[in-house]
Structures are given as C-alpha cells and as structure tokens.
C-alpha cells in the first residue's frame, strides 16, 4: 500500500523560506520520479516541479522557477521540497506525487504566507 506523507508546512512571512518533506513507502521509491504539487483555495490543483528517481533531473512550473528546489534522498524514501523567497501567491496545500502510484496522494501540508 502506497503512502505519501507531507511535512514541514506552517506559517512564514513573505521572503522566507520553509522546506517541506514527503516520506514515502509501499514501493520501491528509487525506480520513480516524484514531483509536488499544489491547492490553493478555489483553485485547481497544479504542477510545482518534478524530480527524476535518480535525482539528477528536475523541473519547476514557472511560477516557481528560482525559488524553489526539489532534491530526494534515496535511502531515506524521502523528496523535499525547498521553498524560497515565499510570495503571497504561493499559499496552498503542498502535495508529493510518485510515477509509481499516480492515483495515490497523501494529506498533504499547508502553507500559509503572511505578515
């Protein structure tokens, strides 16, 4: 059974910074990518970025592109996400995705920007 959780959400003020994590098990994490995505209120979910299962590819949706970075560590079945230079568009629930499971999502962690 594939699971998916998010951390490392919370309240930070426009230009900071926070890292969020998503610890995965049930498959075998290092045969595929992952990439996060986001929810913000009324809005559809989108793409943020992607991460190859190697860790040697990634690629950001434009908005975020420059301030934020994905990375993964293998042994640890964990992806990260950090998060720089926050703006007021960034708020939303932050969601891990992995090529392995595609229909499997976690709860996901929430970011709030705000001064």
């Known amino acids: 059974q594939v699971q998916l959780v998010e951390s490392g959400g919370g309240l930070v003020q426009p230009g900071g910074s926070l890292r969020l994590s998503c610890e995965a098990s049930?498959?075998?994490?290092?045969?595929?990518?992952m990439s996060w995505y986001r929810q913000a209120p009324g809005k559809e979910r989108e793409w943020v970025g992607y991460?190859?299962?190697?860790?040697?590819?990634?690629s950001y949706a434009p908005a975020v592109k420059g301030r934020f970075t994905m990375s993964r560590d293998n042994a640890k079945n964990t992806v990260y996400l950090q998060m720089n230079r926050l703006k007021d568009e960034d708020p939303a629930i932050y969601y891990c995705?992995?090529?392995?499971?595609?229909?499997?999502w976690g709860q996901g962690t929430q970011v709030i920007v705000s001064s």
């Open positions: 995705w992995t090529s392995m499971s595609p229909n499997s």
């Open positions: 049930g498959f075998t994490f290092s045969d595929g990518s």
């Open positions: 991460i190859a299962n190697n860790g040697l590819s990634t």
